[in-house]
């Protein structure tokens, strides 16, 4: 296995270094430091074999943690039960906790990860990740500190469930632990986690969340400038400040030890800022001279957190400067002969194996049948006091349930659906958030795996894509790159879609939801109807709570408080409570119409009904489909019912171009549907202010003449 110039380097300074007198020697402070100086050479050494593997052709993945492995002295400050969000520069950390229990072996996790080997212990070969169930370390492949609104969530929840009664995986006095690094603390997920945290300290909450950023004073190429992260968070009011130099062992144990201890006792947040020093460039394939002087990498050998423990152990006369050789040495070919084995491992070799958390996870939903708790029928319900009703048997069935999101609680929300949830509840299980999207859904993510059953509310459909990656890097992905040892069970709850009147524009009427359509693994329910509406609610939260899923459930804002359907005073579109179940995946028919089949969803339901009617009148029988589920796609039902008129008209009120018609036409096509189909569905524009709306939303007139020209065709 080729050696890199780090290697010489610490040959010939630890070869160099004199053996201190009987008697001169110092008292060593840290009791476990050589367990951390063998956590610290196999963290340098899985460096230097993900190197010989992707030269091999046999690794895939070479960011390392060179330079960064004092993070194994936060590990020993903090205890086996302390939930950490780990950045992916951690592997010392890794190493170290791992060491805290029997029957582990660290060094072939993380090689069976480099290699993407079926056997690596939590994601099976889908990516290289620092986790593992038993160590509670929750697996995150982010590069860009997108866990950081998660870890609030845990740190939230471990006081929040016992306040509720619900057992929680981690105990009373937990801390939960996160990292990231300096170019990360830039990010918005990190300056809104942080504000996050403060914010709800500030209000009494506890949040004992240790925050630990490892300053390399470099992002891949571009510096950080010096001293920015003590600027930036080293005299934030309510957040507690420590620093350590990172590679120096005894004082990263001394300072990590009082930054977890404070934050244990005083259950609020603190920021542990380590200096530490990236080495071997960012990753196996950076040509780190075409951006840095070669004195300046040089220079940086001598900051090697591995050699200054080895310097510290000599010193303390716990080493000779032999034996500090002899361990690094012996580390290299237990890892080398690690390396040399595991890299002939099977890896993921079908699509089938490869989406089989995916596809398990989408079975157990499926098979979701539950009645709506409470006592059906009653007097008919608009959409939105069908909602409503059902979150309030939702809270009541489900002591685990918290409700939460901006002016949910006291208010009820914009559109009242919310109205009365607290005072029935209490605030501890219906509360408001500060307004900001990433944060309510990290908070969901991170009170999803802490045993609580989340119903986050996003205020209008736009101001999903503000925090979207919550969903589609962190939420969608945790029982993929898990094989669902972890979950984040979540019901996001979001005011969508177009056509409310006297109040819009693009922000509050938005019709696109392709950002979350081809997200794998998300369930995404589109009611339209009111005791569909409650009982689609329902049949999401038992999928979160028994398959873990995260499903988004998309609520018509124009349609929250409509009575009437084809005159004035019929109250044609209220419904009474439900008694059936609602499968996930299963669509509804109405009407028995030959001549046409009409494929829609959301308002497109409610104009179809009334297009229908209309046609009735001309001598078109048509039959309107509600899909109710977007993903996944009610295909069979689809199927069943085009070929009954062997004429389809998609109504799709989303948009022409990446709109949810382009799937159901793809579904139609490639499951052999031979018959006749049209599309009709709104501009490819943003929604304008007031009635000039109208002009790029899709409408009755065009869904009539469309439907009109499709049967006349034949």
């Not at 939702?394 to 939460?404: G, K, M, N, Q």
Request: charged share 20%; aromatic share 6%.
């Amino acid at each position: 296995m080729t050696s890199e110039p780090i290697d010489a380097y610490y040959t010939a300074t630890v070869s160099a270094l004199g053996t201190p007198g009987r008697g001169e020697a110092p008292t060593l402070k840290v009791p476990n430091a050589l367990a951390l100086f063998d956590a610290q050479l196999g963290s340098r050494h899985l460096d230097l074999a993900a190197r010989w593997l992707r030269g091999q052709g046999k690794g895939f993945y070479t960011i390392g943690s060179s330079g960064h492995e004092g993070n194994a002295a936060v590990a020993a400050a903090l205890r086996l039960t302390d939930p950490a969000l780990l950045h992916y520069r951690s592997g010392g950390f890794y190493l170290a906790r791992a060491a805290q229990i029997g029957g582990c072996d660290p060094l072939r996790d993380v090689l069976l990860g480099l290699v993407a080997a079926t056997a690596e212990p939590i994601s099976g070969g889908r990516h290289k990740v620092f986790g593992r169930h038993d160590l509670n370390i929750i697996p995150q492949t982010s590069t860009i500190a997108s866990h950081l609104p998660r870890a609030v969530g845990v740190a939230f929840s471990i006081a929040r469930t016992r306040k509720l009664g619900v057992p929680c995986p981690w105990p009373d006095d937990a801390v939960t632990v996160c990292s990231f690094g300096d170019a990360s603390a830039n990010h918005s997920t990190t300056v809104g986690a942080v504000n996050a945290t403060l914010h709800a300290a500030y209000q009494g909450l506890p949040m004992p969340l240790l925050f630990v950023c490892e300053d390399n004073g470099i992002g891949i190429s571009t510096p950080t400038p010096r001293g920015w992260i003590a600027r930036a968070y080293g005299d934030r009011k309510g957040l507690r400040y420590f620093a350590a130099d990172g590679c120096d062992l005894v004082e990263t144990v001394e300072t990590a030890r009082a930054a977890a201890d404070w934050v244990r006792r005083e259950r609020k947040p603190a920021f542990l800022h380590l200096c530490t020093v990236r080495l071997m460039g960012h990753a196996g394939s950076d040509y780190e001279q075409a951006y840095r002087a070669p004195a300046d990498i040089v220079a940086d050998y001598e900051r090697d957190p591995v050699l200054n423990t080895a310097r510290m152990l000599v010193a303390h006369g716990v080493l000779t400067p032999e034996q500090a050789l002899r361990r690094y040495e012996d580390k290299r070919a237990e890892v080398t002969e690690l390396a040399r084995e595991i890299s002939a491992c099977p890896q993921l070799d079908s699509a089938p194996t490869v989406m089989q958390p995916l596809r398990e996870t989408l079975d157990d939903t499926r098979a979701v049948s539950v009645v709506a708790p409470g006592d059906p029928g009653g007097p008919p319900l608009t959409l939105a006091l069908a909602i409503n009703r059902a979150l309030q048997e939702v809270l009541h069935t489900h002591p685990e349930a918290i409700v939460f999101g901006e002016d949910i609680a006291r208010k009820g929300g914009v559109y009242g659906v919310t109205r009365g949830l607290q005072a029935t509840a209490g605030p501890a299980r219906v509360f408001d958030t500060l307004l900001d999207e990433q944060t309510i859904l990290g908070l969901a993510l991170g009170a999803g795996v802490s045993g609580l059953l989340p119903i986050p509310e996003i205020q209008y459909l736009a101001y999903l894509h503000n925090a979207g990656d919550q969903i589609r890097g962190e939420g969608a992905t945790l029982q993929f790159f898990s094989k669902r040892q972890y979950r984040n069970p979540m019901v996001v709850r979001i005011a969508g879609y177009g056509y409310q009147k006297g109040f819009g524009g693009h922000f509050h009427n938005d019709n696109s939801i392709a950002a979350v359509r081809d997200i794998p693994g998300v369930v995404i329910a589109s009611p339209s109807r009111p005791d569909d509406a409650a009982a689609m609610l329902h049949t999401c939260v038992v999928a979160a709570k028994d398959a873990g899923a995260v499903c988004v459930y998309l609520e018509p804002i124009a349609l929250y408080h409509t009575k009437d359907l084809y005159a004035d005073g019929d109250q044609c579109w209220l419904a009474p409570y439900p008694n059936q179940p609602v499968r996930v995946g299963a669509a509804r028919t109405y009407g028995d119409g030959t001549d046409l089949t009409i494929l829609t969803f959301g308002n497109g339901v409610f104009m179809s009904l009334r297009v229908a009617r209309r046609l009735a009148g001309a001598g078109i029988a048509a039959r309107v489909v509600d899909l109710r589920w977007l993903s996944p796609l009610p295909v069979e039902d689809m199927l069943r019912e085009a070929n009954v008129s062997g004429r389809v008209l998609i109504v799709d009120e989303t948009r022409h171009t990446g709109g949810v018609g382009e799937g159901v036409l793809a579904e139609l096509t490639d499951h052999g549907y031979a018959g006749a189909v049209q599309r009709v569905a709104s501009a490819d524009s943003f929604i304008p202010l007031g009635d000039a709306a109208l002009q790029v939303l899709l409408s009755e007139d065009t869904i009539e003449a469309a439907a009109v020209k499709l049967v006349s065709a034949r």
